[in-house]
Structures are given as structure tokens and as C-alpha cells.
């Protein structure tokens, strides 16, 4: 087992808790949005705005098959569980976990966000007809199912470096 992939809706806490258990296990960790940022030198949205939403796709996949082998925390963004070919190279080359949460919390943390271009162009009821479409997706890909509501980032944390230390090496 190489990689540990975070999946989930946007805002279910990937990024940051991403951040946090690459702290507490001293693992190396890369956020799949800032490295293709990076790698294009634009940020999301205009990376949107230049080569459409499938292009971003395109990116994201690429960043799959030729990222880095190496031991190390990927926060995916939520759009990567969606493409078939996404979730097997995920599934075949680590663990990957689905941080569950509710809508609810989702929209308060997002809904006024500016740099997710989905967001920007939806209303919340388009979001939340998204957010049910694609969870069954993320549990297709997900090797486990982390319960985020009413628990703190420090608490989610925890729950998955336990897991990980029970399975790393199955
Ligand atoms: N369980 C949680 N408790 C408190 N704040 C959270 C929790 N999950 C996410 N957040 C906060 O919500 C915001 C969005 O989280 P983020 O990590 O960017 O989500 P994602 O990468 O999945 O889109 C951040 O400010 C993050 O700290
Ligand atoms: O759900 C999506 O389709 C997207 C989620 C974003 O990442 P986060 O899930 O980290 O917000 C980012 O990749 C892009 O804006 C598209
Ligand atoms: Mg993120």
C-alpha cells in the first residue's frame, strides 16, 4: 500500500484534514487542486474558465497515472471519484477514504466560497441534486466510509491515521 487518497462532496474536509494527518504521521502530502495549480501556473477557476471543466478533468486524471510513487496523503478534489478509471488507479494503488457529511454542513462552507467554479455557477439546489448523485460514486471508491458530522478535524483525523495503521501494509 503506497498512497492514502481523501475523497468527498467539496468542503467535507479533504484539504484540511489532508493537512492534519500528513502532520500527525509525518507522511508527505500533496492536494491534487494546489499541484495542478501549480503545474499550470492558473489558479482553479481560470484553469475552468481556459480549458472547460473537461479539460480540468483531464488534468486530474493525468495527475493520477503519472504522479509520484510514493508513501504519501492525497486530498483528491470531489470531481475525481467520478471517472471510472479515476477510482481504479485509486483503489489499486492505496487506501482510499470517503469523508461522509451531511449537506447541511457542506453549505455552510462552501456557499460562499469564490475559487470553486461549480459553486459559482450553481444554486443550492442544483448543488445538493449534485451532492446525491455522486455519493454513490465516492462509495465505490472508497475503501472506507468516515462518518464527518459532528466530529472535529482533529477527531476525523485520529479515526483515519487508525485506520491506516491497522491496514498499511495489508
Ligand atoms: N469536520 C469539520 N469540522 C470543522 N470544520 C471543517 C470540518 N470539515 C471541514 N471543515 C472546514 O471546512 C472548510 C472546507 O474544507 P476543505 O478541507 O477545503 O474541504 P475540501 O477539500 O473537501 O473541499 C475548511 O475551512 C475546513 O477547515
Ligand atoms: O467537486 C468538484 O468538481 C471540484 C472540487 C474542487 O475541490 P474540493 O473538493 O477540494 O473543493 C476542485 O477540484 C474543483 O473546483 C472541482
Ligand atoms: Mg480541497
Excluded at 35 to 41: E, H, K, L, P, S
Excluded at 44 to 55: A, C, H, L, N, S
Excluded at 140 to 156: C, D, G, M, P, Y
Aim: glycine share 8%; charged share 25%; hydrophobic share 35%.
Amino acid at each position: 500500500m503506497k498512497k492514502v487518497y481523501l475523497v468527498g462532496f467539496m468542503g467535507s474536509g479533504k484539504s484540511a484534514i489532508g493537512k492534519r494527518l500528513s502532520n500527525l504521521l509525518d507522511m508527505p502530502f500533496y492536494d491534487m487542486d494546489t499541484v495542478i495549480a501549480q503545474q499550470t501556473g492558473m489558479t482553479i477557476p481560470q484553469i475552468f474558465e481556459t480549458y472547460g471543466e473537461e479539460g480540468f478533468r483531464e488534468m486530474e486524471t493525468t495527475f493520477l497515472h503519472t504522479f509520484r510513487d510514493e508513501y504519501c496523503i492525497i486530498a483528491t478534489g470531489g470531481g475525481v471519484a467520478m471517472r471510472k478509471e479515476n477510482r481504479e488507479i485509486m483503489r489499486r494503488t492505496g487506501l482510499v477514504f470517503y469523508l461522509n457529511s451531511t449537506f447541511r454542513d457542506i453549505w455552510r462552507r462552501i456557499s460562499t466560497d469564490t475559487n470553486r467554479p461549480i459553486v459559482q455557477r450553481s444554486t443550492k439546489s442544483e448543488l445538493e441534486a449534485l451532492f446525491n448523485k455522486r455519493k454513490p460514486l465516492y462509495l465505490q471508491s472508497a475503501h472506507f466510509k468516515v462518518e464527518t458530522a459532528n466530529r472535529s478535524l482533529k477527531e476525523i483525523t485520529q479515526y483515519i491515521a487508525f485506520q491506516i495503521a491497522r491496514f498499511k501494509d495489508g
